[in-house]
């Protein structure tokens, strides 16, 4: 059974950092790329940042040079550095595997930061 279990949200000031995780299990298949989505309250799920499996990355205009996605292959890992956070970043957080299988997601994990 396939599980991406998110960490690493929370509350934080602007201009603050945070560093989401999110722990792949049960994906014995190749994957296309990784992704983190971003839904702001009463808003569509966007998206924020991929990785290929190749390690290609590419982001939103809105968090470019700010967010960070990487990952650890050991750890069945990915994560998203965050940085100079701003108000408008609060929300939920989703992490997404698309695989040659099927698409997975996180459960979310909620990002707060205050003005």
């Known amino acids: 059974q396939v599980q991406l279990v998110e960490s690493g949200g929370g509350l934080v000031q602007a201009g603050g950092s945070l560093r989401l995780s999110c722990a792949a299990s049960?994906?014995?298949?190749?994957?296309?790329?990784m992704a983190w989505y971003f839904q702001a309250p009463g808003k569509h799920r966007e998206l924020v940042a991929t990785?290929?499996?190749?390690?290609?990355?590419n982001y939103a205009h809105s968090v470019k040079g700010r967010f960070a996605i990487s990952r650890d292959n050991v750890r069945n890992t990915i994560y998203l550095q965050m940085d100079s956070l701003k108000s408008e970043d609060s929300g939920v957080y989703y992490c997404?595997?698309?695989?040659?299988?099927?698409?997975?997601w996180g459960q979310g994990t909620q990002v707060t930061v205050s003005s």
């Open positions: 990785m290929t499996s190749r390690g290609s990355t």
């Open positions: 997404n595997y698309e695989t040659t299988r099927g698409d997975y």
């Open positions: 049960g994906i014995y298949t190749n994957i296309n790329y």
